[in-house]
C-alpha cells in the first residue's frame, strides 16, 4: 500500500515561494507516476503538475507554466513542487498523488489511487 504524506504548506504574500514535499513509503518511488492536484473551496480538484516514474518526463497546467517546478528524488521516495511567483488564485489545498505505471492523462484524477491528505496554501494579494 502506497502512503503519501504531504509537507510545507503555509500562507505567503503574492510573488512569494513555497516549496511543497511528499514522502512516499509502501512502493518504490522509482516506479511511481506521481503528480500534485489543488483543489480550491467551491471548485473541481485540478492536476497542477505531474512527473514520469524517472523523472524524465514531467507537465504543467498552463496556469502555473514557467512559475512551478516539479521533480522527483527517488533515493529519498521524495515529490516536490517548487512554486515560485506566487498568485492569489494558486490559493488551495495542494495534494500528491501517485499511480503505480505511467498514465497518458497526467491530470486525469481518477487514474491516481493513491493521495495524501493534503496540504495549505494561501496566498495573499
Known amino acids: 500500500q502506497v502512503q503519501l504524506v504531504e509537507s510545507g504548506g503555509g500562507s505567503v504574500q503574492a510573488g512569494g515561494s513555497l516549496r511543497l514535499s511528499c514522502a512516499a513509503s509502501?512502493?518504490?518511488?522509482?516506479?511511481?507516476?506521481m503528480g500534485w492536484f489543488r483543489q480550491a473551496p467551491g471548485k473541481e480538484r485540478e492536476g497542477v503538475a505531474a512527473?514520469?516514474?524517472?523523472?524524465?518526463?514531467?507537465s504543467y497546467a498552463d496556469s502555473v507554466k514557467g512559475r512551478f517546478t516539479i521533480s522527483k528524488d527517488n533515493a529519498k521516495n521524495t515529490l516536490h513542487l517548487q512554486m515560485n511567483n506566487l498568485k492569489p488564485e494558486d490559493t488551495a489545498m495542494y495534494y500528491c498523488?501517485?499511480?503505480?505505471?505511467?498514465?497518458?492523462?497526467?491530470?486525469?484524477?481518477?487514474?491516481?489511487?493513491?493521495w495524501g491528505q493534503g496540504t495549505q496554501v494561501t496566498v495573499s494579494p
Open positions: 509502501g512502493y518504490i518511488a522509482s516506479r511511481l507516476y
Open positions: 512527473i514520469d516514474t524517472d523523472g524524465s518526463s514531467t
Open positions: 498523488a501517485a499511480v503505480r505505471s505511467r498514465v497518458r492523462s497526467p491530470f486525469s484524477k481518477d487514474l491516481y489511487p493513491y
